[in-house]
Structures are given as C-alpha cells and as structure tokens.
C-alpha cells in the first residue's frame, strides 16, 4: 500500500529525513518510535502532501507516485492523518465541517453526495461507537476542545472516512488513560485487512493497547531498527540512547 | 501544487444586460430633467418642490472627500438621471401586462416574480433602472393593512405618509449625495406596517441597474406603527460595463413606540473586472430612528459587489429603552474598495447598540471599517458592544479599522474589540488534509468567520449569502 524509498527530506537545506525506506502493507499496523526532533512528525507531515519540504526519493501509494500530488488528493486517495495538534476553527460547526469533508472526498471517487439527514444518522452512530457525546457535534470545530476531545475528534474523522492508509501523529500525547482507551478502541475496532496503521508515538504507552506487527526506531532522520512488539518493552527499559 | 477544481476566473454571473427600449430624462442634472422625472411619475406638486428645494441645496454642497478609497471626478452632466423600460411608463396593474424580457431578467436573476413561483412566501418589489416593475404578494399584505409598493405609488396614493416621514431621518441638506438623492430620486419602495400588526412575511426588494450611462437613486422609507415588526430584504446586480456607474440610495427606517424593524441588504453589484475597471460606485446612505420607547432597528449587510462601497447604515436611538443593531459582511476582493460601518447615535435612556462587523480583504483590495458611537448626555445607562475583525488573504491587500468613540454621559458604557488576521495556513492545511480543496477550505473557514453576521440573514437569503461569500473569494488563494 505505501512504499517509501530512498526518502529524503530537508527544511531550508536543513536534512531532516536521510534515507528512509519503508514498507507499509494491507492489514498492517507500523509503530514509528523515536526521541525528539528524530523526524517523526516530519514523517507525517510529507506523507499528507503538506508543503515546505523539498523531497528526494520516491513515495508510493497504492503503486502510485504521490511526490507531486496535493494535500486534498492525497486525502481523497485514502490518507488520513490524525494531527497531533488540531487545528481550530471557529465558526465552522463539527458536523457541518464533517459533512463537507465527506462529501468531498465521496464526490471526488463519484459517489454520491449524502444529505443532511441521512450524514446525521452515520455521524451519530459513529460517535455513539467511540462513546461520544452527541453535543460534541455542534460545537465550533475544536474550538474550546480540552486536549482528549480533539484527539477522540480525529478518531471520530478517521472512522467515518474510512481512509486505507491512517497515520496517527501523537495521537496519545497529553491523553489520560481513559482517552486513550477510546483512541486505541478507535483504532482496533477499525483494523481491517485491506487498511493500514502508521502509529507515530514517543512513548510504549499506546502500544499497551494497539498491537503493532512491526515497530521502527527512527533516529537522526533514518530507521536505525525494526522489530516486533516486544521492541517497544525493550525501548522503555533502555531507552534510545544505545540505538 | 496542482489543484484542478480551482476555478481563477469566475465570472460575475449577473453580469448580462436586457435589450428593451426605454425612456430616458433628459442628460444631465437640472431643473429640466428633475421637472421630467417628478411629472414622468405624475407627482402632486409638493413633491417637486421638495425635490427642487434639494436640488438648490445641492448647488452649495461639495462632494466629500474625507473616504478612503479615492475614485476619479464623476461627470454629473453627463448622465442619465432617469431610465425606464418604455413599457413601463404607464405602471403596470398586474404581473400580466410586465414586458416578458423584464421577467425573464428576473427569473435569470432567481427572483421569483411570476405567480406559479410564489411559493416561497416572500413578498418581491423589483426595481429595474429607474422604476419598479412589479410587487407581489400584495393583496395578501393589504388585508392586514400592509402597505408596500413603489415609492412613486406611494406618493400618489398615500401622500400623507410620505409627507410626514420623508426626509425625517436623512434631511434634504444632510451631505452632498443623500441631497442629490432627494432631488433626483427615482423609485425605491415604500412599507407601512399599522399598529400591533407583525408583517406575515420577508418583504424584499431586488435592485438591478441594466441601461448604461444611467446612475440608479432610488428612495426606500419603511415606516412601523407602534407594537409592529417588518423584516425587509433588499439584493442588487448590475451588468458588466467598462464604466463606472454612480448608484447614490437613501433608505429611511422609522420605527415607532415597541416596534420593530430588521433590514438586511445582500449587495452584489458589478465589482468591475480583475483589473479593477468598470464597476459600481455604490455610495448609498442608511438611516433608521428609533422614535419611540422599546423600539429596535437591526441591519444587517452582506456587501460583495461595487468597485466602491461607502456606507453606514446608522441608527438615531432616541426613543427610552431602544435598540440599534448593526452587522455587517464587507468582502473586497481584486481592487474592490469598501469603506463601511456604522453611527450609532444614543439620545434615549437605557439604548442599548451592538455592532458586530466582519471585514474581509483579498487580491489588492482595501477595507475600511469606519464607526461611530456617540453616547449623549442625556443617554443614561447606555451600552454599545462592538466588535470589529478584519481577515486578509494574501499580502497585498488592506484591512484598516477607524472607531470614533463619544461618550458624555458617566452612566453609560462602551466596549470595543477588534482583530486583525492573516487567513490561517494551518487551517486550511487541516481541511485539504481531509479532503477539501482550497476553495472549499476558504468557503467554510471564511463563512465561520462570518458566521455570526450570516446568522441574523432570514434563513431564505442565509444559503444564498453563503454562496456569494464563497464566490466572491474564488481564486483569492493560490
């Protein structure tokens, strides 16, 4: 489903990815670990097309070379990313901005648009799944949305869009344990085998409760280790630094 | 990057004009062609004599200056003050006797005039160069002792009505385009609401300028009787000229004791081509008095179109306990220029005003909100609120904010906020993130701005003005 090669990626002549490489198939749930500043959200970023980077190498999606193409298509295509720190914006009620976002991404694969009624029933159903509160839906896009409600909301979005590649920047960073339960539930009851995960985390925390087949180190910009599951114990215990 | 939906060149899509021959005043501005209009309109003779009377004030007056946006000497001599569809010279009765092209105008426009399309309960007067074509829904409105017609009608049927109140809130010598109004003023409508009586339905009145060399003055007085409520709409377009053309309205609102008025206007005029040439000069004065006790007046603006935009719907709160409300949309996108806002003039005890004003500037444009709040002395308790946030996109337009604050009273308050912002790069990295485009990202983001003004539309026009915004804004961000 995505193949990364040979990824370089600079900010201001600054090299921030060196030759990545990375292989994400159908099914699959990929843990990237690393310290700070090792290029993580840099990863997640350049994967959802988001401009400012310069780009060597080549990524693949669905065989596809998505180098040049733009955040929307990349989005419409299937790519979700779940934000590490979503954006407000006020104004623009939750649900309607839900509904456009669907509609957008059904218009642009020639499906039909859903009307208000029926998007309401899905939504509602969706948000009952995660244990969300229907009022949460009227509300102004994250707009006085406590750290735990915007990242449920990201979950929420990536249900009901149903994308096949979801990367999840952070998502468990500031989460309490009771919202990081509704998260991981998020994921897991949305694991399927033609759907993949790219869970970027600093910490084993989440791992406790999404299972990764594989977990990469990434560290000054390159996937110094991949292993299984039990990496992620291992890191906990030693940490990065004899990586 | 790519993005193939981006649609740069949008064009205005009002922008067509009507081929039907029509009668004209004499050009240019004299006594002659004032003569020519008030007896075209056969008006008893203390209407031309008001008419003159401005017109010898006018003659002393200077054409302001102290705006903004700076726009070349326009030649007065040298238009048209009066323009008619010769069909209609002699008032059509009914809907019947309307010349089908007028119609067709107006279906192309979406302003339902013919009788199978009045399903949506919203009364039309529509107002075609220089005179008004048709008002439906009217026997309906009579039966409940509603008057809204023409302004010429008005003159000649209920003459003491418009005696009385004419000029009441924009005097005759008030400044140099409202004068000129008054002695040129050609159509416009007129709303009586009688006592204890709420107006069963949206009163709406569609503008539409379609000759050339043609300046459009029309008049607008709505009047509500104690314990009454009306909510009025009013919408323009004009064709695409390479000219300029001067559209100089005045509006006059007065409401009496517990009445209540709520006006809202979604202008749309030709704003001229990406290159800024050629569109209209829309410098029009609004003013509504809240004679009596409990009264209100609301506007509410949504201003997309004009080269020029230079207004400020304003409220005189003299009545005890009344209610001035003012918000506004002004979109400036190429080279559009806007310089708006409001006066809201406390003289009752306990006024209270609120003015909410979202500006938004893209391409070259420049957008000025200008307002006044002025507590009087005997203004005691008063309160005013406002709040002014201006939006840019790109960085070569402009956003400027002048409040002029007078307060002389020590019971009363006055609060003010404003805020400038950049359109948010993260904001619509987020919504292209989820599948939107840029100017879907642009539509939802600038519609929450504006959201709160958007809200006060009726809920008819709110889906309409929506759209506009969007419109208005396509190819503003590359």
């Known amino acids: 489903m995505l193949n990364i090669k040979n990824l370089k990626v600079s900010v201001e002549n600054k090299l921030i990815l060196n030759d990545l490489n990375l292989k994400i198939n159908p099914g699959e749930v990929h843990a990237i670990m690393g310290p700070n500043g090792s290029g993580k959200s840099t990863l997640a970023n350049v994967l959802s097309g988001k401009k400012g980077y310069e780009i060597q190498g080549e990524i693949l999606f669905d065989e596809l070379n998505i180098n040049d193409i733009s955040v929307e298509e990349r989005a419409q295509k299937g790519i979700f990313l779940a934000f590490q720190y979503p954006v407000e914006i006020p104004g623009v009620n939750t649900n ?54 915007k990242k449920k909301n990201e979950i929420l979005q990536m249900k009901l869009l149903q994308p096949k590649l979801s990367i999840l920047d952070e998502t468990d960073s500031g989460l309490d344990i009771d919202a990081l339960k509704i998260v991981a539930d998020g994921v897991n009851s949305y694991k399927k085998k033609d759907n993949a ?17 594989f977990i990469h180190v990434l560290s000054k910009g390159k996937i110094v280790k991949t292993g299984s599951a039990e990496l992620a114990l291992e890191l906990e215990k030693s940490g990065y630094k004899n990586l | 990057m790519k993005n193939q939906n981006l649609n740069i060149n949008q064009e205005y899509k009002y922008g067509f004009t009507t081929d039907i021959e029509s009668i004209k005043a004499p050009k240019g501005l004299s006594e002659e062609s004032i003569k020519f209009i008030s007896n075209i309109k056969k008006e008893p003779s203390w209407m031309l004599d008001w008419r003159l009377k401005a017109f010898k004030r006018l003659k002393t007056l200077k054409e302001p200056n102290w705006q903004k946006p700076k726009y070349p000497k326009i030649d007065y001599q040298d238009l048209y003050y009066y323009s008619a569809p010769k069909s209609s010279s002699n008032k059509p009765k009914s809907l019947d006797e309307i010349d089908p092209k007028i119609i067709e105008t107006y279906k192309k426009l979406g302003i339902p005039l013919v009788e199978q399309q009045r399903l949506n309960g919203i009364a039309v007067d529509a107002v075609f160069d220089s005179v008004s074509v048709a008002t439906t829904f009217k026997e309906e409105l009579t039966k ?44 416009g409508s007129f709303v009586y609401i009688p006592p204890n009586t709420r107006c069963p339905m949206e009163l709406s009145t569609y503008f539409r300028i379609n000759a050339s060399e043609t300046g459009q003055f ?44 709520k006006y809202s206007t979604v202008q749309n005029w030709y704003p001229g081509d990406k290159d800024g040439v050629g569109g209209i000069y829309n410098f029009v004065t609004k003013r509504g008095i809240c004679k009596g006790k409990n ?7 949504v201003e997309t179109g004009s080269a020029i935009t230079w207004k400020y719907p304003s409220c005189i709160l003299q009545g005890d ?11 400036t996108n190429n080279h559009q220029k806007a310089d708006t806002g409001t006066k809201m003039i406390h003289l009752g005890k306990n006024t209270k005003s609120k003015i909410i004003s979202k500006g938004i500037s893209a391409g070259f444009a420049d957008n000025t909100y ?27 337009c402009g956003a400027h904010t002048v409040p002029y604050i007078k307060n002389k009273n020590s019971t009363s308050t006055i609060e003010h906020e404003a805020t400038t912002t950049k359109i948010n790069e993260e904001q619509l990295y987020y919504c292209n993130q989820r599948g939107l485009d840029q100017e879907e990202a642009v539509s939802l983001i600038v519609n929450g701005f504006c959201k709160e003004v958007l809200q006060q539309l009726p809920m008819e026009f709110a889906v309409e003005a929506q759209k506009l915004v969007a419109i208005s804004l396509e190819g503003s961000v590359g």
């Not at chain 1, 995960?197 to 989440?206: G, N, V």
């Not at chain 2, 418009?162 to 385009?177: E, N, T």
């Open chain 2, 295 to 301: 009264s209100k007046i609301s506007w509410t603006q």
């Open chain 1, 197 to 213: 995960f790219l869970i970027i985390t600093h910490y084993q925390r989440l791992l406790d409760y999404i299972k990764p087949d």
């Open chain 2, 144 to 187: 409940k002792g509603i008057i809204f017609c023409s302004i010429s009608e008005a003159i000649q049927k209920h003459p003491e009505l418009v005696k009385k109140y004419i000029g009441s809130v924009i005097p005759l010598s008030d400044h140099y385009f409202a004068t000129l109004n008054s002695a040129v003023f050609t159509d």
């Open chain 2, 370 to 396: 200008r307002g006044l709040v002025d507590i009087n002395e005997k203004a005691t308790n008063s309160r005013n609120y406002t709040q002014c946030d201006s939006l840019l996109m790109g960085n070569k």
């Open chain 2, 218 to 261: 029309e008049r607008t007085l709505i009047i509500a009787d104690k314990g009454s409520y009306v909510s009025y709409l009013e919408g323009c377009t004009a064709p695409m000229r390479d000219e300029n053309q001067l559209h100089a309205a005045n509006v006059e609102l007065i409401a009496l004791d517990d009445a209540e008025i």
């Open chain 1, 96 to 149: 309607v901005f839900l509904r456009t976002s669907l509609n957008s991404i059904r218009k642009s694969k020639g499906e039909k648009e859903l009307d208000t009624l029926t998007f309401l029933k899905l939504i509602k159903e969706k948000a009952k799944e995660l244990g969300i509160d229907e009022k949460f839906l009227s509300r102004q896009l994250n707009v006085g949305f406590s750290g735990g409600e």
């Open chain 2, 321 to 331: 306990n009344s209610v001035g409300e003012f918000y506004s949309i002004a979109i």
